[in-house]
């Protein structure tokens, strides 16, 4: 078995440069693209299945992909992004080096203790639309805390 995980297009709160969490951004033209083009990129692959979280930004990234694959295509809210609170749509650059350490402890201790630490399949791929491929269980971060 062979499992694709690709994160949503770019939407217009990351090209603002926001925080999203939970809010529903759509995506933006440009993530729009992008996601076309990585469908472009994979149509020779048979998917079987497709999950996505009910976020506005992959649902839109699942229907743009499934023009291509025509797949089963089920929201499943447990991929729903993680609640950022009071830094729901900030601007990132701006924070401090302390709410910066703040901000990402959530994410770091999450992935530590989730599936992603987990032994993954030979066959596990990671695909970041927005950024490129990344190797799996890997989570950028600022370096700072």
């Known amino acids: 078995m062979k499992l694709y995980v690709m994160r949503h297009g770019t939407s217009i709160w990351n090209e603002q440069g926001k925080t999203q969490g939970r809010s529903n951004n759509r995506l933006s033209e440009n993530g729009k693209k992008i996601v076309q083009n990585t469908a472009e990129q994979y149509k020779n692959i048979k998917f079987d299945i497709m999950f996505c979280s009910p976020i506005m930004r992959a649902v839109q990234s699942a229907n743009i992909l499934n023009k291509t694959f025509k797949v089963k295509k089920i929201k499943d809210s447990r991929l729903t992004e993680l609640d950022q609170g009071i830094f729901t749509g ?3 650059d701006k924070l401090s080096p302390l709410e910066i350490c703040d901000f990402e402890r959530p994410y770091q201790e999450y992935v530590m203790s989730s ?22 269980g890997v989570i950028p971060t600022s370096g700072n805390c």
């Open 90 to 92: 900030k601007i990132y």
């Open 115 to 136: 599936w992603v630490y987990q032994e993954l399949p030979p066959s596990y791929k990671i695909l970041d639309v927005r950024e490129g491929e990344l190797p799996a």
